[in-house]
């Protein structure tokens, strides 16, 4: 195992930004760090794996308050997961919701493109119902 190292390697290591960690620090994500007598900030082992775990927390989507409260949790390992499971969850359900809105904007946008796929800018479609919403639910629920 290595020994400490530096802001700039820990970021090489953990795929974070030097702006992103102090940020981290700052908001105490992460716990107050080890300095050299220069003042430099030096990045433990665990604190390495504690970025880790908030990169790929981040990249599943998961806010800051829910990172603090899984941190929280994985510091005191002998608590229930029904915590964490609720945290997953709710992540999980916005994530369906996304979907939904994302599908529903696929339907809405291929309307607008097959309406808009030939003729000039006075005809077209995406033009149209960008201007008028309703345009696109009404010919949609029609089957236009």
Same mark, same amino acid.
């Given at each position: 195992?290595?020994?400490? +190292?530096?802001?700039? =390697?820990?970021?090489?290591?953990?795929?974070?930004? %030097?702006?992103?960690?102090?940020?981290?620090?700052?908001?105490?994500? #992460? =716990?107050?760090? +080890?300095?050299? $007598?220069?003042? @430099?900030?030096?990045?433990?082992?665990? $604190?390495?794996?504690?970025?880790?775990?908030?990169?790929?927390?981040?990249?599943?989507?998961? /806010?800051?308050?829910?990172? @603090?409260?899984? *941190?929280? *949790? =994985?510091? /005191?390992?002998?608590?229930?997961?029904? +915590?964490?499971?609720? #945290?997953?969850?709710? @992540?999980?359900? $916005?994530?369906?919701?996304?979907?939904?809105? &994302?599908?529903? &904007?696929?339907?809405?946008?291929?309307?607008? #493109?097959?309406?808009?796929?030939?003729?000039?800018?006075?005809?077209?479609?995406? #033009?149209?119902? *960008?201007? $008028?919403?309703?345009?696109? %639910? /009404?010919?949609?629920?029609?089957?236009?």
């Amino acid at each position: 195992m290595s020994g400490p +190292v530096a802001i700039g =390697q820990a970021a090489k290591e953990t795929g974070i930004k %030097v702006p992103t960690i102090r940020f981290y620090e700052e908001i105490k994500l #992460i =716990q107050p760090l +080890v300095r050299t $007598d220069g003042n @430099r900030r030096q990045y433990e082992q665990a $604190d390495l794996r504690r970025l880790s775990f908030i990169r790929h927390a981040r990249e599943l989507g998961f /806010d800051l308050d829910a990172i @603090r409260n899984l *941190l929280t *949790l =994985q510091d /005191d390992p002998n608590q229930p997961c029904t +915590v964490a499971d609720g #945290i997953a969850k709710a @992540r999980l359900a $916005d994530i369906e919701r996304r979907i939904h809105s &994302l599908t529903a &904007l696929k339907k809405e946008l291929k309307v607008m #493109i097959e309406g808009c796929s030939r003729g000039s800018v006075s005809d077209c479609r995406v #033009i149209e119902t *960008l201007a $008028d919403h309703s345009l696109c %639910v /009404d010919d949609h629920n029609h089957g236009s």
